[in-house]
C-alpha cells in the first residue's frame, strides 16, 4: 500500500514539474495548442518552437535554433506528437513534424550540411539548408538521423538505426545506413 501511495505522489510532482516547466517556456515565447507534456527539456529560442495539441516530450530532448531572427527558422510539432528521451532538432531553416507521430529516444534531425568541394578545408565552405518534413502517422524508431532535405511520407516508418538521407513516400518501411526501402506498408 505505500509503494502505492509513493509512486501516485511521485507522478503528481512529475506533473506539477511540468506545468512549471510549460510557464516558464510559454513565458519565452513557446507556443502550443493545447495540453502539453513537457520533460527537462534544453531550448535556445523557444518563440521559434511551436507544439500542437496533446504532445508529450519526454526528459533530455534539444530543440536548438541556429537563425533565430530569420523568421523562417522554427521547429513545429502537430497533434498528438510523441518525443522519446534525448531527441535532439536542430534546425537553420524548418523541421516540421506532422500530426500522431512517434519519434523513439535518441533521434537526431538536423537541416544543415556543408559544401564539400575538393581543395577547399570543409569547415571554410559554405553550410546548405533544406527543410525537414515528416508526414502525418509517422513512426521513427531509436537511434535514428533524419538529414537535411528528407520528407517521410504519411504513415511510413523508419527502422531503428537508420540513416535516412533521402526522402520516403507515404506508408513504406525503411531502414538501414543510409535507409533504404524494405517493404510497404500492410
Known amino acids: 500500500m ?5 509512486a501516485l505522489l511521485r ?3 512529475q506533473n506539477i514539474r511540468s506545468s512549471i516547466r510549460i510557464t516558464y517556456y510559454k513565458s519565452m515565447g513557446l507556443s502550443t495548442k493545447g495540453a502539453l507534456k513537457l520533460g527537462k527539456i534544453r531550448c535556445n ?11 508529450d516530450i519526454e526528459d533530455g530532448v534539444l530543440f536548438k535554433i541556429t537563425q533565430p531572427f530569420s523568421g523562417l527558422n522554427y521547429i513545429q510539432l502537430g497533434d498528438n ?3 522519446g528521451a534525448d531527441c535532439q532538432f536542430n534546425s537553420s531553416t524548418q523541421i516540421i513534424i506532422g500530426d500522431n507521430c512517434l519519434i523513439a529516444s535518441n533521434t537526431t ?7 564539400n568541394v575538393l581543395g577547399t578545408l570543409i569547415n571554410k565552405q559554405p553550410c546548405t539548408f533544406e527543410s525537414i518534413i515528416l508526414g502525418e502517422d509517422v513512426w521513427i524508431g531509436t537511434h535514428c538521423s533524419i538529414l537535411k ?3 517521410i511520407g504519411n504513415g511510413s516508418i523508419v527502422g531503428a538505426g537508420s540513416v535516412v538521407n533521402k526522402s520516403i513516400p507515404e506508408n513504406q518501411i525503411w531502414a538501414g545506413v543510409p535507409a533504404r526501402y524494405i517493404r510497404n506498408r500492410i
Open 2 to 6: 505505500k509503494k502505492n501511495y509513493l
Open 11 to 13: 507522478h503528481k510532482l
Open 81 to 83: 506528437v510523441f518525443v
Open 149 to 151: 532535405g528528407v520528407k
Open 45 to 55: 529560442w523557444p518563440n521559434n518552437v511551436r507544439f500542437g495539441n496533446n504532445c
Open 109 to 115: 534531425f538536423v537541416d544543415t550540411g556543408h559544401e
